[in-house]
């Protein structure tokens, strides 16, 4: 599975951008799959993850309440809608994929959980 992020860019604390995670050449329909975002300095951190049915959705402390993670299985595309932007929010935003993901066990946290990783896409939040 090929993965691409697209949609990040800069934008003002408190306004709102749309990241997109496409598949190339294959389904996802069967993929759980998830955003992660990675700081400079810092080690790459959960933001959202959802099932493949859209059924499970889990959402960082940090994010929770203005970040929205969705998927359209027909498009082969995750997306998440960040709300409420705040100058920690920078970070580059990579989406991932896995057939093996398990939400009622908490394996989909963590970067190792997942086999698929798209190039990153960079969000900036200036003030």
């Known amino acids: 599975v090929q993965l691409q992020a697209s949609g990040g860019g800069l934008v003002q604390a408190g306004g709102s951008l749309r990241l997109s995670c496409a598949a190339d050449?294959?389904?996802?329909?069967?993929?759980?799959m998830g955003w992660f975002r990675q700081a400079p300095g810092k080690e790459r951190e959960f933001v959202a993850a959802?099932?493949?049915?859209?059924?499970?959705?889990f959402y960082a402390d940090s994010v929770k309440g203005r970040f929205t993670i969705s998927r359209d299985n027909a498009k082969n595309t995750l997306y998440l809608e960040m709300n409420s932007l705040k100058l920690e929010d920078t970070a580059v935003y990579s989406c991932?994929?896995?057939?093996?993901?398990?939400?009622?066990?908490?394996?989909?946290?963590?970067?190792?959980?997942?086999?698929?990783w798209g190039q990153g896409t960079q969000v900036t939040v200036s003030s």
């Open positions: 959802i099932s493949w049915s859209g059924d499970d959705i």
């Open positions: 991932a994929a896995d057939e093996s993901l398990e939400f009622n066990s908490g394996r989909y946290r963590f970067p190792g959980d997942y086999v698929y």
């Open positions: 050449g294959r389904t996802l329909r069967n993929y759980g």
